[in-house]
């Protein structure tokens, strides 16, 4: 059986029922990933687990080293990894609580390191990212939803903005001009460095809140909380079900 990494996203620095069997300082030629690589057993698998955002929460997502974090990965020896994001929703029937496997990323990140292959004596490499997602992982997410009694968005094209602040509604709209689905801050480079390791990534997105201009006023810290707390339970249950059909 393959190995398999889990990066947590914001509420989910740590998973629940995961039964931990070691800790390891895993360093990286490019810095310090988020922080100790958790080995342990999840829902009866062995898994890798790695919260983006450090143990803490305390790496706001244009902070995070995602090269280190994907380098220890698959120097630990992974070869699948399910992120999780947490995302606003920009598409009415995505709203806050909704779980979606996106399928395609247009990506508004900027000054981040976003790839391994920088060193100017290296043959040039422009990797294919036409499917920025991992097809065969994609299927196993959806696929899990049923056992799971989860209702899930098979497909949605995933902004990735520079953060840390929310958007203003002007740039959301324009997001949806552009075919966005949902926004976060964390999904690029992550996916594109995971694809030069040939490491099979892809994500499940909780929504945490309608992205700016689409709710009722202003984005509420508070409310977003709620939405992590309720949905992360969700989360679980969705990787619990994967892990099995993996
Ligand atoms: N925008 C960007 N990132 C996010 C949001 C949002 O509305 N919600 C959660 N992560």
């Known amino acids: 059986m393959s190995r398999i990494a889990i990066i947590g996203g914001t509420g989910l620095t740590s998973l629940h029922g995961l039964e931990i069997t070691g800790r390891e300082v895993a360093q990286s030629p490019y810095g310090e990933p988020s922080g100790v690589l958790i080995h342990g057993r999840f829902a009866g698998h062995e898994v890798l687990f790695l919260p983006r955002h450090g143990s803490g929460h305390t790496i706001p997502p244009h902070a995070v080293n995602y090269r280190a974090n994907i380098w220890v990965l698959k120097e630990a020896g992974a070869e699948k990894v399910i992120a999780v994001n947490a995302v606003g929703g920009i598409r009415a029937d995505m709203e806050a609580g909704s779980l979606v496997i996106p399928d395609q990323i247009i990506d508004y990140t900027w000054s981040r390191k976003n790839t391994f292959f920088e060193h100017d004596h290296d043959p040039v490499v422009h990797v294919d990212f036409t499917e920025p997602y991992c097809h065969e992982l994609r299927e196993?997410?959806?696929?899990?939803?049923?056992?799971?009694?989860?209702?899930?968005?098979?497909?949605?094209?995933?902004?990735?903005?520079?953060?840390?602040?929310?958007?203003?509604?002007?740039?959301?709209?324009?997001?949806?001009?552009?075919?966005?689905?949902?926004?976060?801050?964390?999904?690029?480079?992550?996916?594109?460095?995971?694809?030069?390791?040939?490491?099979?990534?892809?994500?499940?997105?909780?929504?945490?809140?309608?992205?700016?201009?689409?709710?009722?006023?202003?984005?509420?810290?508070?409310?977003?909380?709620?939405?992590?707390?309720?949905?992360?339970?969700?989360?679980?249950?969705?990787?619990?079900?994967?892990?099995?059909?993996?």
């Open 140 to 246: 196993k997410l959806v696929a899990a939803a049923e056992p799971a009694g989860l209702k899930v968005f098979d497909g949605a094209t995933y902004a990735a903005t520079q953060g840390p602040r929310l958007e203003t509604a002007a740039e959301i709209n324009r997001l949806e001009r552009d075919g966005c689905d949902i926004v976060g801050m964390t999904g690029m480079p992550e996916a594109v460095l995971a694809r030069e390791l040939e490491l099979c990534y892809a994500s499940i997105c909780l929504v945490v809140n309608m992205a700016a201009g689409r709710g009722d006023g202003e984005i509420r810290m508070a409310d977003i909380e709620q939405h992590i707390a309720g949905g992360m339970k969700r989360v679980r249950r969705l990787l619990e079900h994967a892990l099995s059909l993996i």
